[in-house]
Every structure is written in structure tokens, then in C-alpha cells.
């Protein structure tokens, strides 16, 4: 089943020759309209109108999280504000989020998208989907929410937290396709269990499940808890949202990007180079249709390999492997974004603590838990336990405040963290994923 | 009037209590008092000794944190109400006890309750009026 058969399944020669032109046109805009682009193509010794052929794509400099956070909030946005309808953010590392926004035509075009992915997920019009990402700056909510109503389904707003409730809404609106983060669906499943709900007495057939790394064992194991068919889906705020690749049903292998409004490429994350056909890599996106914000050669950090070998349900768009990880030092905490730099900038705005920490990450049942230890030094001790139990409330209350995590604090003594010598191991990540 | 009491930080882990004592057996300091506090991730160990400032150097050398509080010792005769005539005063002048323990001297067999008050001088004041025996601390490190 497709959404839109026609560009879904278009030959590669012509989706080629579409890319080609869309790249044109993109690059004509940002240069004309975005001063960092302007400057940072004058600098590589390139006009748009030198790009001939795809390839010639890798010549151009990349666009990084950096400049983006340089750019705070709007500098590389290529639309003026008044036809921006739509702005989103995603966590940054200094405390200032990462901004995006979306012209009425990059909402219809993310819409389409996201009701692409969910046709080629197995969804179709007459499901009830129920939709726990999270509705807000994140575009997880929103962006699946328009999806859904662009395939005719019917959307169950529900968005994150409150478990039981969730259960019960699915149980008696009759759900048949859950989108939330791998994590999420897992802990539902316990918590369903715990209150007696069979899943396999639900009527939910696919999950759609993104936002956070996840494995091939999670998903053996989330279809046989949750009983239903479970597809990964990617996207990032910078990019689009969710919605930019998706497994198909059919082979479950591999995401198919949506290479008409995409163009991936995987790179060397230390040379910059690019790397052949099937190579693991660093994915690099070129969005060229975007108008708010079109970005090019983003590098996402993420880790993957691309493929363009024809797959069993007929689309013709390159596939990405599951994500085996990011090559920067970025964690995802059941769904949120976290850098080490941006806990150690909390501590250290903390009178008294001493900027020597470290992050233990685990999964206890399905959830991630944080611990954050910190050491005690002698400006921070104090012979009565509620001084100390109060500081560590501390350290959860501003993470969380902050970074919308929820961690412990965990005291220790002094000099028993390793101490920065170039590169100090802050993060001991014990989930196996 | 003041005793000087060291408190340690200590992690929860195996052995470091054996190593904090041998750390302070080895340098030739005396326990007089002691009392551990502990939650479910760390514990404080408050301790009277002989010679406060060189624990707490010699543990500081290891790498322990300490530091030093000042607190309260009074002796009450080792009788059923003694501890409870010293709170009943307390409560009256609404001073709050912060922690404190207690043992029995070896030769008088008086007890020795150490108190932690939120406002210590009040307390000292309090307590001399009402002519409770509070101990100096040189008294007690001899003890």
C-alpha cells in the first residue's frame, strides 16, 4: 500500500533527476536568503549555479548543531517570519533550544510525509491511532498528529504520561495503532499487566515506535508483549520531525528515506568524507524542499549505513539502517535529549559543586534511569543528613527543571571520580539496547 | 562549653568504617564517642577523639571529607528521666535538638548525652540556668 504511488515508486533515474533540481532551487534560496549560507559558500569558493550533478553536493561545506545554536533563534531561517506558521524546538546544550520553523508548505509537506510513513507502517485510513508522543515544542506530538489526519484515521491526542489512563483509552476507544517511544510502549506493557489488561485482548495491530535507539531484541520483545507488528521510525526537529524515514512493513528492514524531499549521505564522522554504498557512517540530510528552514548537509550525528537496493514493497527510496548509534557524546534518556555538557553546566551553576561528575545510565524493567553522582567536598559537607539529602534534591530538582529528565543524585566521596585528563569518561551507560 | 566533634563522609561501601578506624588507630587517636547516621546512600560518622585536629588531618591526608562542629556535652546522672529532664527544658524554650547520642562515663557513671542544637548558645545558656553539668571539652577528649 502506498500513500503516494506515484513518487513512492518513482524510477531512480527520475528521482534523481527531481533531486537535482530541487537541490538547484534550494541552493539558489539559501544563498539568496540566508547570509550564514551566503558566507559560509563564498568561503568554500562556490556558487550555486556550479552544481551539476548530484555528486557535486559533497563539495559543499556541512551544517552543523553548532551553527544552528549560533544562529539562535531565527538567523537560518530562509523564510521572513510572517509566513513561518509553525515554530518548534528541540533541547540544545547550553540551555537554548534548537529552533526550527515551518512555512504553511512545510507543514502540508511534513504532513504528507508523516501520513507516507504511516501507510507504509500498515496504518490506513479507518485506524485509531493512538498518538503518546509528546504534543508541544517537541515535534514528536504534532508532527504524527497531522499525519494521522492527512490518512482520514481517527487520532487520540493522548500524549505522554498518566499509564493507566492510556490503557484504559485504549482498551475502550478501541485502538489500533500506538505511536510512542520503544521505552514507553514496553513500560505500558507492565503497567497493563500489573492492572490485568491482556494486550493480546486489544485491538492494536501496529506500533510506531521512534524518537530513541532501540534494538532488534526490544523489538521481538515489544511484539510479543504488546502483540502487534512494530515499526521504527526516524526524524529530527532539525530535519523535519518524524516522519523523515520509516520501515515498511513488508521487509522491516531498513528505513526508507524520503529521498523526494531528502537527500542522505554518510560520511566519515572524523574526515568529513564520503563513504561508499552499505559503509557505517555518519548520516549527513540535505532538505530540498524545506522553506522555513532548509538545511544543508546537516550532519546528525546519528550512525547508520544507507542502501539502495531495490526492496520487496516496491518503493524505490534508499533505505538507512536502524541507528547503532551517535558520534557525538549526545544520550537519549527515555526520549530526551541529553549532552554530558549540559549537566555539567547545571552543576557548576550549583554553589559548592565541583564540576567532577558522572552519569550512569541504565534500563531497570523497560524505563532508562539516570544517576548523577556527585562528589561531596569539604565547602558542601555537612554533619546532618538533611543538609546533604536537601543538595541532592537539588541536583534532581534543576536537571529537571532544566533538561526535562528525571535523574538521582547520587553523593560520593571526594577524588573518587575520575579526573579530566583531555577526555574524562563522564557516562557509564549499562542499558543494553 | 563547646565540644569539638569531627563528622566524615562516608560512601556506602564495604570497609570504609574499618579503614576510617585504622586510619585513626594507627596515628594513636582514642575514640571517646560515636554515633553513625547513615541513609541509603552515604552515612556520616560523628566521632569525639582524643586529639579532633590530627583526625581530622590524618583522614584528610586519605582523602576523606571532614570537618568539625561544635556541640554540646551535658551529664546527667545515670537514673530512669535523665535524658528526659534535660528535653523537657529544650522543648520549654522550643530549642531544637539537631541530633544527639549518648554513653556512660567509665569511673562516675554518670551519662553523657552530646546534643547538636540548631541555635547553641541559647542552649548553653538554657541548660547552665536550669544548672545541668556541661562538660568542657578538654574533660571529655581525657575522659
Same mark, same amino acid.
Given at each position: 500500500m502506498?500513500?503516494?504511488e ?10 534523481e533527476?527531481l ?15 540566508v ?8 568561503k568554500a ?8 550533478c548530484?555528486d557535486?553536493?559533497?563539495?559543499l ?5 553548532q551553527d544552528?545554536r549560533?544562529?539562535?533563534?531565527y538567523d537560518?531561517?530562509?523564510?521572513p517570519m ?9 533541547s540544545?546544550t547550553?540551555?537554548?533550544p534548537t529552533?526550527?520553523g ?10 504528507d ?9 500498515g ?8 498518538n503518546?508522543? @509528546?504534543?508541544? *515544542?517537541?515535534?514528536g506530538?504534532? +508532527? &504524527?498528529?497531522y499525519?494521522? $489526519?492527512?490518512l482520514?484515521?481517527?487520532v ?6 498518566n499509564?493507566?489512563?492510556q ?6 476507544f478501541?485502538?489500533?495503532v500506538?505511536?510512542c ?5 514496553l ?5 497493563a499487566?500489573?492492572e490485568?489488561?491482556d494486550?493480546? @485482548?486489544l485491538? *492494536?495491530r501496529?506500533?510506531?515506535? +521512534? &524518537?530513541e535507539?532501540?534494538? $532488534?531484541?526490544?523489538?521481538d520483545?515489544?511484539e510479543q508483549?504488546l ?13 523535519m520531525?518524524?516522519?523523515?524515514a520509516?520501515e515498511?512493513i ?21 574526515t568529513g568524507q564520503?563513504?561508499?554504498e552499505?559503509?557505517?557512517g ?6 530540498i ?11 546528525t ?7 539502495y537496493e531495490?526492496c520487496?514493497?516496491?518503493r ?7 541507528m547503532?548509534?551517535?558520534?557525538d557524546d549526545m544520550l537519549i ?11 555539567e553546566?547545571?552543576?557548576v551553576?550549583?554553589e559548592g559543586?565541583?564540576?567532577h ?12 534511569t539516570l544517576?548523577?553522582?556527585?562528589e561531596?567536598?569539604e565547602?558542601?559537607f555537612s ?5 546533604l ?5 537539588r541536583?534532581?530538582k534543576?536537571?529537571?527543571d532544566m ?5 538521582t543524585a547520587k553523593?560520593?566521596?571526594p577524588?573518587?571520580?575520575q579526573?579530566?585528563?583531555?577526555k ?5 551507560d549499562n542499558?543494553?539496547l | 562549653m563547646?565540644?569539638?566533634q ?8 564495604s ?6 578506624t ?8 582514642n575514640?571517646?564517642a560515636l554515633?553513625?547516621?547513615?541513609t541509603?546512600?552515604?552515612?556520616i560518622l560523628?566521632l569525639?577523639?582524643n586529639?579532633?585536629?590530627l583526625a581530622?588531618?590524618v583522614l ?15 551529664e546527667v546522672p ?18 531544637n535538638?539537631?541530633?544527639m547520642?549518648a554513653?556512660v ?7 553523657v548525652?552530646?546534643f547538636?542544637f ?10 547552665k ?6 562538660l ?8
Amino acid at each position: 500500500m502506498f500513500f503516494d504511488e506515484e513518487f513512492e515508486t518513482l524510477p531512480r533515474p527520475a528521482l534523481e533527476a527531481l533531486q537535482l533540481k530541487r537541490l538547484q532551487n534550494v541552493l539558489e534560496r539559501v544563498n539568496a536568503n540566508v547570509p550564514f549560507y551566503r558566507t559560509s559558500f563564498a568561503k568554500a569558493g562556490f556558487s550555486p549555479s556550479d552544481l551539476k550533478c548530484l555528486d557535486d553536493l559533497q563539495g559543499l561545506p556541512f551544517t552543523t548543531k553548532q551553527d544552528m545554536r549560533d544562529s539562535y533563534p531565527y538567523d537560518l531561517f530562509a523564510a521572513p517570519m510572517e509566513d513561518i506558521v509553525r515554530i518548534h524546538a528541540s533541547s540544545g546544550t547550553t540551555g537554548k533550544p534548537t529552533v526550527v520553523g515551518y512555512t504553511r508548505k512545510d507543514i502540508s509537506t511534513w504532513t504528507d510525509l508523516m501520513a507516507r510513513s504511516f501507510v507504509a507502517a500498515g496504518a490506513h485510513k479507518g485506524d485509531i491511532i493512538h498518538n503518546a508522543y @509528546g504534543y508541544g *515544542l517537541f515535534t514528536g506530538g504534532l +508532527g &504524527a498528529h497531522y499525519g494521522a $489526519e492527512r490518512l482520514g484515521a481517527s487520532v487520540i491526542p493522548i500524549s505522554g504520561g498518566n499509564t493507566k489512563r492510556q490503557i484504559m483509552i485504549m482498551q475502550d476507544f478501541g485502538s489500533t495503532v500506538l505511536t510512542c517511544t520503544p521505552s514507553y510502549s514496553l513500560f505500558m506493557a507492565e503497567e497493563a499487566k500489573a492492572e490485568g489488561v491482556d494486550f493480546k @485482548g486489544l485491538k *492494536l495491530r501496529v506500533g510506531i515506535f +521512534g &524518537a530513541e535507539p532501540w534494538s $532488534e531484541a526490544m523489538r521481538d520483545e515489544i511484539e510479543q508483549k504488546l502483540n502487534l507488528s512494530a515499526i521504527d521510525i526516524y526524524g529530527l526537529s532539525e530535519i523535519m520531525g518524524p516522519g523523515v524515514a520509516i520501515e515498511c512493513i513488508e521487509a522491516k528492514k531498513g528505513l526508507h528515506i524520503w529521498e523526494d524531499h531528502f537527500i542522505p549521505e554518510i560520511i566519515d564522522p572524523v574526515t568529513g568524507q564520503r563513504l561508499p554504498e552499505g559503509e557505517l557512517g555518519e548520516l549527513v540530510i540535505t532538505t530540498i524542499t524545506k522553506q522555513g528552514i532548509p538545511l544543508i548537509r546537516y550532519r546528525t550525528r546519528d550512525i547508520t549505513s544507507l542502501t539502495y537496493e531495490p526492496c520487496i514493497c516496491g518503493r524505490t527510496h534508499a533505505r538507512i539502517a536502524r541507528m547503532s548509534g551517535r558520534s557525538d557524546d549526545m544520550l537519549i534518556i527515555r526520549g530526551v535529549n541529553v549532552f554530558p555538557s549540559q549537566i555539567e553546566a547545571i552543576l557548576v551553576g550549583i554553589e559548592g559543586i565541583e564540576p567532577h561528575y558522572m552519569l550512569i545510565i541504565d534500563r531497570q524493567g523497560t524505563l532508562d534511569t539516570l544517576t548523577v553522582q556527585v562528589e561531596v567536598s569539604e565547602q558542601l559537607f555537612s554533619d546532618e543528613i538533611k543538609v546533604l539529602q536537601a543538595l541532592s534534591r537539588r541536583v534532581e530538582k534543576e536537571i529537571k527543571d532544566m533538561l526535562g529528565v528525571t535523574c538521582t543524585a547520587k553523593l560520593v566521596e571526594p577524588k573518587t571520580i575520575q579526573r579530566s585528563e583531555g577526555k574524562a569518561k563522564r557516562v557509564t551507560d549499562n542499558r543494553k539496547l | 562549653m563547646k565540644v569539638e566533634q569531627i563528622s566524615i563522609f562516608i560512601e556506602n561501601k564495604s570497609g570504609r568504617l574499618a579503614e576510617i578506624t585504622r586510619i585513626l588507630g594507627d596515628a594513636g587517636i582514642n575514640i571517646r564517642a560515636l554515633s553513625l547516621a547513615d541513609t541509603t546512600d552515604f552515612g556520616i560518622l560523628r566521632l569525639i577523639v582524643n586529639d579532633g585536629n590530627l583526625a581530622k588531618t590524618v583522614l584528610k591526608e586519605k582523602g576523606f571529607t571532614v570537618n568539625m562542629t561544635e556541640v554540646v556535652a551535658v551529664e546527667v546522672p545515670d537514673t530512669p528521666g535523665g535524658l528526659s529532664s534535660i528535653l523537657q527544658v529544650l522543648d520549654r524554650q522550643r530549642i531544637n535538638v539537631e541530633y544527639m547520642y549518648a554513653f556512660v562515663e567509665r569511673c562516675a557513671g554518670n551519662a553523657v548525652i552530646i546534643f547538636r542544637f540548631d541555635e547553641t548558645d541559647k542552649a548553653i545558656s538554657v541548660l547552665k540556668s536550669e544548672n545541668f553539668n556541661i562538660l568542657e571539652g578538654e574533660r571529655l577528649y581525657s575522659m
